[in-house]
């Protein structure tokens, strides 16, 4: 009895200890494999995604939908049991605009529905309003006098015609081996310095304007830069002599097709003054602009064609916005408490405000519910982490990282990078600027789109490689290895780094953002594929809890 005793207290343990064994095996061995485990099985990105673009987009910046998402957007927060959630304001100061009723179609000599869409801050027109179309065919100064007393109330083509050629290859894209081993194989040189816009756009300084395009379309040629250039010149003088004649609306073909139309802000003439730059058409101090729309440019090309055949058009058209009182526009912050080190703080974040002709879905709903997502994921697994992890939904990006750089500025006492030209750092702060200063770690920037992370720019910090490789192994995404030393531009990860701070911006797969989504009336939420952003909300909450955790401060420049 003893023995057999003895037989069954061991084969109990051996059964214990299997049974034990094997919800050992069940259980993530590291952070990284719970993190995605939760991310995979209770995503909630799309959901986000889906309240930001469908019920709160779009999201302009000093609109009215941008207060309203950014509520919601602060609730959500609270509910996933973020801290210390606020607004936080600045200045310049602009005037909000909301879009009440637009519709654009020829009547004449036969009925054409035209894809089309106004510009930001385009006043309204009184009424609905009937007029001819015009082609204000300028090809220099002296052109203008052929359009004399001509144009009182007539619909304006301000734009050359565009040719149209078939995709003979798929808008979306990812990143092929090849395109990655290139990134990861850059120079240390494409690593330096820190790419700005040219002030001035004109012959004489055509090198720095084709540089500025070759970095974002390698294959564009000097014709083309040129002609631009020229275009550009003459656009500012067009739109002032409509105005001044009293047309009822200028419109300009679209950089798309397929009826596909990028819109944007509304312009503003230039100053006479050639080196004075003309107050942005937010400023409450701007001159009022005339109606501006963009037309898609297959309408747009058949209305040029159809005048040159000497056919007369007739346009009606209705478009009614609200203008809001000038205020200032803020930024929506929350976090994560730390522990030990809970003053040196992680810093996650995108822009949060959009253009209206979409909404706002992978520009930049997506960043936005990525980090959304990734501060829950720490939440929910409840990650406790040494440093603070914070979130910053960035206003004013699209204006020019206004919100961002606000943001450096207020809190590290630097004025940081300006589109168009640099602004020397300040070097009087306060004592509190310069704590906050030395005791941020890192800002991790989503900003390209709705394709999945493939790895991260170093943004020219050498001393970053390591970390993030140590990162990008631990991850253990076989499609998310690639580290590169080069820049990339363009976003409010530049905020930061102009000011000495360590701040990076994921490299993303492609897909079709810049050829069909990016500030266009397509950036809707059939646009975010949801495998993706699930991936990339695990990794940048997988990211910002190593560097919460680190021993040492982030390696700086």
């Known amino acids: 009895m003893k023995r057999a005793f003895i037989v069954l207290f061991f084969a109990s343990l051996f059964l214990v200890s299997n049974i034990f064994a094997q919800v050992q095996r069940s259980v993530p061995d ?51 049991g973020a801290e210390n959630i606020h607004y936080e304001n600045w200045a310049p100061i602009g005037k909000g605009w909301s879009l009440k009723s637009f519709y654009a179609e020829v009547i004449e000599p036969r009925t054409i529905p035209l894809i089309a869409f106004p510009q930001a801050w385009s006043p309204s027109l009184k009424g609905t309003v009937k007029g001819e179309v015009v082609y204000l065919n300028v090809k220099g100064e002296k052109d203008f006098e052929n359009f ?22 798929a808008d979306a894209e990812r990143l092929t081996d090849s395109e990655l081993l290139k990134l990861a194989n850059a120079s240390k040189e494409s690593g330096r310095g820190r790419f700005r816009f040219p002030r001035q756009m004109n012959m004489a300084n055509f090198d720095s304007v084709f540089a500025m395009f070759k970095q974002f379309r390698p294959d564009i040629d000097s014709a083309t830069v040129a002609n631009f250039i020229i275009e550009r010149a003459l656009g500012p003088k067009k739109l002032q002599f409509c105005k001044d004649e009293g047309a009822a609306a200028v419109l300009t073909i679209s950089n798309g097709d397929d009826g596909t139309i990028f819109v944007q802000q509304a312009a503003v003439p230039q100053s006479s003054n050639p080196h004075e730059r003309a107050l942005p058409v ?153 704590s906050e200063f030395e005791n941020f770690c890192v800002y991790l920037n989503d900003d390209n789109g709705t394709g999945k ?83 990339s909300a695990a990794m940048m909450a997988f990211f910002a809890y190593k560097a919460a955790m680190m021993d040492n401060k982030f390696p700086r420049k």
Request: charged letters at 25%; glycine letters at 6%; proline letters at 5%.
């Open 30 to 80: 590291t952070t990284a494999e719970l993190i995605k485990n939760e991310e995979m099985k209770n995503s909630e990105v799309m959901e986000i995604a889906s309240y930001l673009t469908d019920v709160y987009g779009p999201r302009l910046t000093y609109s009215p939908e941008y207060k309203q998402a950014a509520d919601w957007a602060a609730s959500k927060l609270k509910e996933f």
């Open 148 to 169: 004399k007393g001509k144009l009182k109330g007539k619909f304006v083509l301000l734009s050359e015609p565009r040719n149209i050629t078939p995709h003979f290859k």
């Open 282 to 434: 937010y400023d409450p101090k701007s001159p009022e602009v005339i109606p501006q729309i963009v037309v898609a440019a297959e309408n747009y090309n058949r209305m040029i064609r159809m005048i040159t055949k000497g056919e007369k058009l007739t346009i009606q058209m209705e478009l009614k916005a609200d203008f809001t009182k000038a205020d200032s526009a803020f930024n929506i912050i929350g976090e994560i408490p730390g522990t030990d080190k809970r003053d040196e703080i992680v810093l996650i974040g995108g822009h949060f405000d959009s253009w209206h002709a979409g909404t706002g879905a992978a520009d930049n709903s997506s960043g936005a519910a990525v980090c959304m997502e990734a501060l829950r994921l720490l939440k929910k697994l409840n990650l406790q982490t040494r440093r603070t992890i914070r979130i910053g939904l960035w206003a004013g990006e699209e204006e020019g990282l206004i919100g961002s750089r606000e943001y450096v500025a207020k809190h590290f006492g630097k004025q940081s990078i300006n589109m168009f030209e640099s602004v020397p750092a300040s070097n009087e702060i306060t004592p509190e600027e310069k």
């Open 453 to 535: 992370f493939r790895g991260i720019y170093l943004q020219g910090n050498e001393n970053a490689r390591p970390v993030f490789n140590e990162w990008l192994h631990e991850f253990n995404d076989p499609d998310a290895q690639t580290i590169t030393i080069s820049n990339t531009s363009g976003t409010d990860h530049l905020s930061f780094d102009n000011a000495g701070l360590p701040a990076f911006q994921f490299i993303q797969d492609p897909l079709d953002y810049s050829v069909r989504i990016h500030h266009t009336n397509m950036d809707v939420y059939e646009r975010l594929q949801a495998k993706d952003l699930e991936q």
